[in-house]
């Protein structure tokens, strides 16, 4: 039991410094990641041994009280097989409390080091989650400057782009360009406007020749 704690709380302690020096420059969130799934897999492990260890007091306890019980009912059949005389019965009686009370000795003890291995498991289960809490914290760090190297580098190509680029940009060309545009709108605009008025003057001289025949 103690071989799986220290084996779990070594790979996250020191195997992570191994993992992030030797893959800090491939992918650091994705091999983190990687590394968290795995100790958290083996955390549940561990915390699924700790549910067991609790059924095994629990039924430890209930096969302590089953003992005591007969232990005591036996003690009141061997007084009652003593004051009958039967030998018989004396032996088989005091034979099973000499049983019953080996047998719940032998549950208290399993009961006390149980439950100490319980608190121990306990205290190796806190230890790891507070490991895996400084694992996330890392990796939050990391996603961090990460995402700050990205974004950098990004605005080191575009500052070198335009630096690049725009020396070679002809914005007269483009303001030239711009204008022709402007002015064939204007002048597209203004030729509607006219053939418009042309052609309501020519609706009022019809109407107007309508009118005086």
């Given at each position: 039991m103690k071989n799986l704690f220290t084996r779990i709380k070594n790979q996250i302690s020191a195997d992570l410094h191994g993992l992030l020096d030797e893959k800090e420059q491939q992918n650091p969130i994705s091999q983190l990641n990687y590394f968290i799934k795995q100790s958290e897999s083996e955390l549940s492990k561990v915390r699924a041994l700790l549910e067991r260890h609790y059924s095994l007091r629990t039924k430890f306890q209930v096969e302590r009280e089953s003992a005591i019980q007969m232990m005591i009912k036996r003690e009141e059949q061997l007084k009652v097989a003593t004051e009958a005389g039967s030998e018989e019965l004396i032996k088989r009686a005091s034979d099973d409390v000499n049983f019953y009370k080996e047998q719940?000795?032998?549950?208290?003890?399993?009961?006390?080091?149980?439950?100490?291995?319980?608190?121990?498991?306990?205290?190796?289960?806190?230890?790891?989650?507070?490991?895996?809490?400084?694992?996330?914290?890392?990796?939050?760090?990391?996603?961090?400057?990460?995402?700050?190297?990205?974004?950098?580098?990004?605005?080191?190509?575009?500052?070198?782009?335009?630096?690049?680029?725009?020396?070679?940009?002809?914005?007269?060309?483009?303001?030239?360009?711009?204008?022709?545009?402007?002015?064939?709108?204007?002048?597209?605009?203004?030729?509607q406007s006219f053939d418009y008025k042309i052609e309501q003057l020519k609706k009022d001289l019809q109407n107007g020749f309508k009118k005086e025949a």
């Open positions: 719940a000795e032998k549950f208290a003890t399993l009961i006390t080091k149980t439950e100490d291995e319980v608190n121990f498991m306990h205290e190796q289960v806190n230890q790891i989650e507070k490991k895996l809490k400084e694992l996330h914290t890392k990796k939050y760090d990391l996603m961090s400057r990460q995402n700050m190297a990205h974004a950098t580098k990004k605005i080191n190509e575009t500052h070198h782009l335009l630096n690049s680029k725009m020396p070679s940009i002809d914005f007269n060309y483009f303001e030239k360009q711009i204008r022709d545009l402007e002015l064939r709108v204007r002048s597209e605009f203004d030729l």
